[in-house]
């Protein structure tokens, strides 16, 4: 258990809709990450969040946004949802920004119909 | 931009076989070296890390050695258990890009009794 945690496990849903992921960083974290992982792009860092601020952006499509709240936890927005959508989406915490250890949730399985 | 190349898989041992899984990179910076484990169902967990050339990290019997000269960072154990069987990705991370990792396409293992 790496103490990251990550709601919920799985989710359901259909094109054109909207859908929210939590996650929360082990306890003292404050950088949070999100990543996608999908079968025909690998691993794919989204973006990054440290102590409530935005720090980093990766490929991640104008139809997704993300925020970390006072208590650090995190959750990724998705919208307009297509079925290229579906993937399995990690977040990932450490304690700072440089060289730290990245420990990651379990991961949400979205799939889009 | 910075890069992870990983030999492609399967790799089918027997138990007991020694275990290589080439990985190579390239980067702008100075990175830090990981290696993570994808077990059936599961998120990604941390196997081993270096952070600057010549480091050798090592955990459960798996080893690998920060290469600056070849910049590779190869995937060793000398005998594989059933057990060992998963996806294997090396990844980096550059301090010129904040922390994110950056993931190879991962190694599927499959061990055999």
């Known amino acids: 258990d790496s103490g990251v945690t990550q709601t919920p496990k799985h989710l359901i849903t259909a094109t054109g809709q909207r859908v929210t992921l939590r996650c929360s960083p082990r306890?003292?974290?404050?950088?949070v990450y999100w990543y996608q992982q999908s079968l025909d792009q690998g691993l794919q860092f989204l973006i990054q969040?440290?102590?409530?601020?935005?720090?980093a952006k990766g490929n991640i499509l104008e139809r997704f946004s993300a925020q970390q709240f006072p208590d650090l936890h995190s959750e990724l927005n998705l919208s307009s949802l297509e079925l290229g959508d579906s993937a399995l989406y990690f977040c990932?915490?450490?304690?700072?920004?440089?060289?730290?250890?990245?420990?990651f949730g379990p991961g949400t399985r979205l799939l889009v119909l | 931009g910075d890069s992870v190349t990983q030999m492609e898989g399967p790799v089918t041992l027997s138990e007991e076989a020694f275990l290589t899984i080439n990985c190579t990179y390239t980067?702008?910076?100075?990175?830090?070296l990981f290696w993570y484990v994808q077990y059936p169902g599961e998120g990604l967990q941390l196997l081993l890390k270096?952070?600057?050339?010549?480091d050798k990290g090592s955990n459960k019997g798996f080893e690998a050695t920060y290469r600056k000269e070849t910049t590779s960072f190869h995937l060793e154990k000398g005998s594989v258990q059933v057990s060992d069987s998963a996806v294997y990705f090396c990844?980096?991370?550059?301090?010129?890009?904040?922390?994110?990792?950056?993931f190879g396409a991962g190694t599927i293992l499959r061990v055999k009794s």
């Open positions: 969040y440290y102590n409530g601020e935005e720090r």
């Open positions: 306890s003292g974290d404050l950088s």
């Open positions: 990932a915490s450490s304690v700072g920004t440089s060289f730290e250890t990245q420990y």
């Open positions: 270096a952070t600057k050339a010549d």
């Open positions: 990844a980096l991370s550059d301090p010129e890009y904040g922390n994110k990792l950056v």
């Open positions: 980067a702008t910076g100075y990175p830090s």
